[in-house]
């Protein structure tokens, strides 16, 4: 290439290969308009294959990218292809490099931080210098190329000034990561045409003024009446509040008809009584510490969710606002699965109707995992929700970590949110116009794309992390700062009463109204519908007051049963499956025509089926679940030709309820949230989340210990939500042994949950159509079987699913003399079919098996009812695969030693256990330590 074409030029450029946007910004101007770039670049583009039929998305920049990165791995030729001798053009071309410039780094420029204490580094790319362009140029005019300036050409002056208060100013807009052309051009234009800041009307301006006022006089009027009470208040991030009011009425704008909110601790009861409408008089009686409900354990104020309807332009719209733990992110995927369920209930499939909103702090935005698991997900076919509007309420500060190398390594802490290229505002929350403003481009973003779109508010916290923590003592400079900073409020009044919009006595009276309506405990919440239309949100009183123990009728017609197996057996004609799918559903066909033993598979499959011919829907995700990490499942099957898909469940009868099955990324945290917020939407379904392997579980433990566990003690909260765990001890080694039934176990209280260790197709089959068809609502977890799928002994029958029901006890199987037996063998799971076998193979008919099939709430009632039959019985041994310390053996033996000790209080102490010695790992990697252990437990158990 030849010194000064246009590739050498580029290819000595600090922009060679790093910059292509600027010449794919030059190309799609070409595109549009060949005139409109400079002659030497037209000529060559001429030299480029042109894109066929209507430019799509980013398919017409592929010539142009593909030359060029081809010419950053070629050693540098010297070929000239296009030439520039002449200055002026040459000087066209730096200016459009110029405006490039300040479309991908003017955010950096921008005067975001309120406090000025933003460390940022030297941006040489935004001055004009920098592009060979001085004070001499700016009188020069120049083609204004795709900037949306309002005309084609424009002094340098002009455009400099454009840009700079496009870019520069209180908006620091960050989009040119995206790749979409339509995306990009879309929000230069919303910013550019506006130069980032629209002309407000008076009447927008004041009600922005009445919310700010709203927001400090509840933190004021909190403030002096519960001085040094913790309420993390929002205290230098009032701008937050006419955000969230401009999101809500917008989106109403738009047709939506209820919207999730999901935040951590900050400006939770601001948002709780200025934007959703809680009486004030009740947020009061927390502040007193009153109790305020009946059952459980209740939580703190700022952990609390709260529902009400507002009137918006579009009509009336249902907002809820999540219940969250104090753990900072995890309530964003509950709130995506709380969104999922409100589409899927409204067969509302983009997005249209529903609205999540998710608020972050900096610190925990850019630190967990989780931030990440739920961008992953937001485009995904089981997780997408249409968009969520992310607001960052950036303190600058996490606890007492504020400094950049310490809180992250990421510049900004909403560079996470780049994956997945959602465009990020960042904003100077000490102008709440520029705050709007970014608010309206965020929501019309998220409408028109449907897309994930980040708010960062940059704002700083007035009283540290919380009112009873001093925050000098680790930030001094900071905090210096802000005691003398002016609050928003305070800045904008001042700014208001400066230009004649207001007059102080205006000032002073919105102050004193919204004072006297906390006084008087009246609503501040300008929307809210006092009598709100109940049909935007389900019903959940047919779940309220149900014991575990209500009987569910889990029968189903047998000619009805056969007719859906065969439903189940059957796919479209011409359809190919793979060889050993074909096998299991010939292997179907055989159960159900009797000439084979029913298996796991079939039996699970026909719970489903016969729930939704009940009318009730599925929902099924996890990792790999179509298949089922051990085939048994196949619920989803691929022709073999060509890829296609069918699921036999989809297609029982017409309009049958929906039955979703998706494998999930692999993710365990924000996968498990999300079904949690989904299953406590969405009362009338089967919501099932699966494992691949049980003790997957762990990457989710804190929606297992936060929300599945403890939600309905803490928020009154139901969920039917229903985990499957493959557990096992089958040599498999320390990972793929154990479900930890032992932690869930543990956690169980207060009849929170069940815990179940099902044993034969019959089992899993009624005990899933119990979790749907009893109206209790409670968290289920299986431990769900590997070997046991295909074990020859676990089979059932077709009447068995006809006519039975969940046994909690199962009783021995074997024909006993009641009056023989001295000693009881208690056990759960699969180890059961190794006992049987050691039984007869040791001729023991003095012992008897009963199976503990659900562990929690445990079933003392049926358990001793068995136990009873055993008029001489002297010895009891729990016997399990897991070591000691693990399983059910801790948890659980009160229960045991309860039962035996009504029936004599001899026999509490005759209880034993048989399992492997206690151990750090749950398992052993040794196949042939494996065997050894599990022959020596089950041996025992007739022993000790
Ligand atoms: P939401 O649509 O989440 O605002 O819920 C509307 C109302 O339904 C709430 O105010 C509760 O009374 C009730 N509700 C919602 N979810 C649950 C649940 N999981 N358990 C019990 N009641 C619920």
Redesign the pocket.
Known sequence: MQEGSMEYQWSTSHAYGGNIHYIEELYEQFLVDPNSVPEQWRDYFNTLPRPEGAPAQDQPLTPVREHFSQLARQPRQHTAVVSTDNAQEKKQVRVLQLINAYRFRGHQRADIDPLNLMAREPVPDLDPAFHQLDQSDFDTEFQTGSLFLGKERATLREIYEAISQTYTSTTGAEFMHIVDTEEKRWLQQRFESVRSKPNYSEEVRKHLLERLTAAEGLENYLASKYPGTKRFGLEGGESYIPMMDEIIQRSGGYGIK?I?IGMAHRGRLNTLVNILGKSPAELFDEFDGKKMIDHGSGDVKYHQ????NVMTSGGEV?????FNPSHLEIGSPVVEG?VRA?QDRREDTKGDAVLPISIHGDAAFSGQGVVMETFQMSQTRAYKTGGTIHIVINNQVGFTTSKREDARSSEYCTDIAKMVQAPIFHVNGDDPEAVLHVTQVAIDYRMQFHKDVVIDLVCYRRRGHNEADEPSGTQPLMYSKISKHASTRKLYTQKLIDEGVISEADDKRMVDEYRDALDNGRHVANALVKEPN?G?????TP??GHEWTAHADTRFDLKRLQELAQKMCEAPEGFKLQRQVNKIYDDRKKMLAGAMPMNWGFAETMAYATLLDEGHPIRITGQDVGRGTFSHRHAVLHNNQDGSLYVPLQHLKENQPSMTIHDSFLSEEAVLAFEYGY???T?NALVIWEAQFGDFANGAQVVIDQFISS??SKW????GLTLLLPHGFEGQGPEHSSARLERFLQLCAEHNMQVCAPTTPAQIYHLLRRQVIRPL?KPLVVMSPKSLLRHKDATSTLEELADGAFQPVIPDQGKLDDGNVKRVILCGGKVYYDLMHKRTELERDDTAIIRIEQLYPFPEESLDQELRRYPNLERVVWCQEEPQNQGAWYSSQHHMRNVLGAIKPELANALKLSSRAAAAAPASGYPSVHAEQQNKLVTEAFEV
């Open positions: 209820e999730v969710g709260f529902s009400s249902h907002l809820a606002l999540a709380s409100r109940t935007l949100f389900v019903d959940w779940y309220l299953a406590t939407t009362p939600g309905e009154g909260r139901l969920c609502r």
